[in-house]
Each structure stands twice: as structure tokens, then as C-alpha cells.
């Protein structure tokens, strides 16, 4: 029988078939799948099996060559979907396993790390594709464990996307993602991941103006199952309530939001199963100054002093600049002008360093006239 198009160009160039793999793993971002299964498809492919959309845009890439030339432009019968070939080509490779799973938790905590120190200006499109990528494998995944990991593997990644976004100034952005990761959450079936991702699109709401719905938002998103919740999230939730009850100067309930806090926080603040969350004494310190400053309380002054001496030398620049921010308000407050325009130029340089557009937009309220 004679060789079909796609064979003899392979032949043509001397290739062999792990050749031709190899450079379709060059030609995409996307994940594909392992070698022996691609080897399997291949060889299907070169004895007439209809390719589809997705690889036959890939085989044309590769081998620079128009679809004619490789056969792949055969009309398709008026009685065949355009849309089985596509489809063909993807549900048997899209079904990630530990490994793959374990490979993007791993990026999400370098994107983790890496916004800690650097913030989001340089990073936002990186996460933003990181996302994408487990998007489209669970989309066309089948139901199963495989799938409720990748689901929960989006739903952290994406809550970091639209925090990056956030912090960026772009607030319809944020917004999407934290719908991305909330479907992701349920999808995966996490009550801590959901409250959490719920909780924290709570900041969209708080820099649009909208602090009545903020509140009520993160109180939604810890009511849902608390039960369920391990100490060191209920911990972050009572801390998220209380600056939400900061900003609309509920004093007395934010105080009481913030000993609620102090009290579910554990001895030992790491949890493997909640590597989203840095919480600890001293960040808990910090974000009580926070809402004190907002509150416009003296006492916040001594929380902040703590939370900065905790914090090492450039290891949290965004934390540092709100931080520095919430000093210069405290100051303000008190009439100490030479100390708050200390800390506010401070705090400006660090965010001009990590492209904070969220801290850019508080200190320039701060030195309003």
C-alpha cells in the first residue's frame, strides 16, 4: 500500500517518529501526552486516521508544510461533526495524573513566592497562561480523581491570578479569575479552597467602593461550612471580617473579629494542605494595625512597629509597602506629619519596586491635600 502524505513527508525528511514528537512538544504551550500514546496516535495518523483541528494545526507547524500536502484537508461527509476529530484528538490525553498534577502546584508556589518578594507587575501574564494551560485540561477531563485535582490545582492558581491582577489595578480581571477559581473550588468539592478564594474576591469589592457587599461577602464565605474549616483558614476569615468591618468603622465588631483571629490561630501556622495561606503572628500583627489605622486608633502604632521588625529585609516588599502605608496613616492621624511622609515615601518606593498599582492608588489618597 502506498505511504499516505503525512508518512512520505516524514520519510522525506529522514525523520523518525520520536522526531516528529519531539518537535510537536516544541511547537505548543500545552501540555501533551506521554510518548508511547503519542507514538500510538501517530502511527494511526499516518495510516488515515482522521487528525483533528488541534494536531493537524501542529503537523502543519512542524513539517512547514499547507494541509494539502500532508493530506489533511479531506472533506469531511455531511453526516460526520466537525467537531469529532477535535475531540478525537483530546479526551484520551486529558486525564493528568499525580505527577502532572504535582508539577503545576509546584509552579503556583514559585509564582507564590516570587509575587511575595517581586509583586505582580512581571508576573501577571506568566499566571495568567499558567492558568489557561489547567483550564483546557480540565475541561477535557474525564470525572474522577484525576480531574477534582487539576480542579483544585486551578482554583489555587487562579485565586493567585486574579490577586496579581488585583494588585495590578485591573479589577474585571480579578473578578473573572476569582469566578474561575470559585467553579474550580466547587468542581473539586473543597469547602476550605472555596471559602477561601470566596473570601478573598471580597478586596475586588472593597476597591470598588462597594464595602457593604465586601462585608457581606466574606462572612458568607465563612458561614457556608466552619465545621469543615481547619483553625489556620478560620484564623485568615475572622482577620479578612475584621478589616472589612475596618472599612466601614465598625470598630468594636472589627476588634472583636481580630481576637477571634488571634485565638483560632495555631501554635504551628504551617499547613501543607493550605499552602495559600501565610499567616502567622506577625502577619496577624500587621493586618490588626491595618484595621486600627483604618479606624484612625492610636494603638495601631505599636501592632505596626511589632509587624515591621518581624518582616526580613526585601523577603515581603508588597506586605512592607501596605505595611508602610498603614504607618504613615497611623502618623497622620496623630498630627505626627514628618513621620507619616517618611513612611509614605517609603511605602511608595517599595510599590514603585513591585509595580503596586493597589498601594500607588492608597498613598496617593494618603497625600491627597
Not at 516544541?26 to 500510538?40: V, Y
Not at 507564590?112 to 480540565?138: C, F, S
Not at 468591618?245 to 495555631?266: E, F, I, Q
Request: net charge negative; proline share 5%.
Amino acid at each position: 500500500m502506498a505511504a499516505t502524505p503525512l508518512r512520505a513527508a516524514r520519510e522525506l525528511r529522514g525523520w523518525t517518529q520520536d522526531q516528529v514528537i519531539a518537535r510537536l512538544r516544541r511547537a505548543t504551550n500545552e501540555s501533551l501526552p506521554a510518548a508511547t500514546s503519542l507514538t500510538r496516535q501517530l502511527s494511526r495518523w499516518e495510516n488515515g486516521a482522521t487528525v483533528g483541528q488541534f494536531y493537524g494545526r501542529l503537523l502543519c507547524q512542524v513539517f512547514e508544510a499547507p494541509p494539502d500536502a500532508l493530506g489533511l484537508s479531506a472533506p469531511l461527509s455531511s453526516t460526520q461533526d466537525a467537531r469529532i476529530p477535535e475531540l478525537q484528538d483530546r479526551i484520551p490525553f486529558s486525564n493528568p495524573d499525580a505527577e502532572l498534577v504535582g508539577i503545576f502546584e509546584s509552579q503556583t508556589q514559585n509564582f507564590r513566592l516570587l509575587d511575595r518578594r517581586l509583586g505582580a507587575a512581571h508576573l501577571l501574564p506568566q499566571t495568567e497562561q499558567h492558568v489557561a494551560q489547567m483550564e483546557n485540561i480540565l475541561r477535557y477531563s474525564m470525572p474522577g480523581s484525576a480531574r477534582s485535582a487539576i480542579a483544585r490545582a486551578l482554583a489555587e492558581a487562579s485565586s493567585l491570578t486574579a490577586w496579581q491582577a488585583l494588585d495590578s489595578g485591573h479589577l474585571d480581571k480579578a473578578w473573572k479569575h476569582y469566578e474561575i477559581a470559585k467553579s474550580a473550588a466547587r468542581e473539586c468539592e473543597s469547602p476550605a479552597v472555596l471559602a477561601h478564594v470566596t473570601a478573598e474576591q471580597t478586596y475586588t469589592l472593597l476597591d470598588n467602593g462597594y464595602d457593604d457587599e465586601a462585608l457581606q461577602l466574606v462572612r458568607h464565605a465563612h458561614q457556608q461550612a466552619p465545621r469543615k474549616l481547619p483553625g489556620l483558614l478560620r484564623a485568615w476569615l475572622f482577620a479578612a471580617e475584621g478589616e472589612a468591618l475596618a472599612v466601614v468603622g465598625d470598630g468594636d465588631a472589627a476588634r472583636k473579629a481580630m481576637d477571634a483571629a488571634a485565638r483560632y490561630l495555631p501554635d504551628d501556622p504551617e499547613d501543607p494542605e493550605l499552602p495559600f495561606l501565610m499567616l502567622n503572628e506577625t502577619h496577624l500583627a500587621r493586618w490588626r494595625g491595618n484595621c486600627l489605622a483604618r479606624l484612625g486608633a492610636d494603638e495601631a502604632l505599636d501592632d505596626l512597629t511589632s509587624a515591621l521588625s518581624g518582616i526580613e529585609d526585601g523577603s515581603l516588599g508588597r506586605a512592607e509597602a501596605g505595611l508602610q502605608v498603614d504607618l504613615a496613616m497611623t502618623f497622620q492621624a496623630r498630627g505626627e506629619v514628618d513621620e507619616a511622609q517618611k513612611h509614605a515615601q517609603r511605602a511608595a518606593e517599595l510599590a514603585g519596586r513591585t509595580g503596586s498599582a493597589r498601594q500607588r492608588a492608597r498613598i496617593a489618597k494618603l497625600l491627597a491635600p
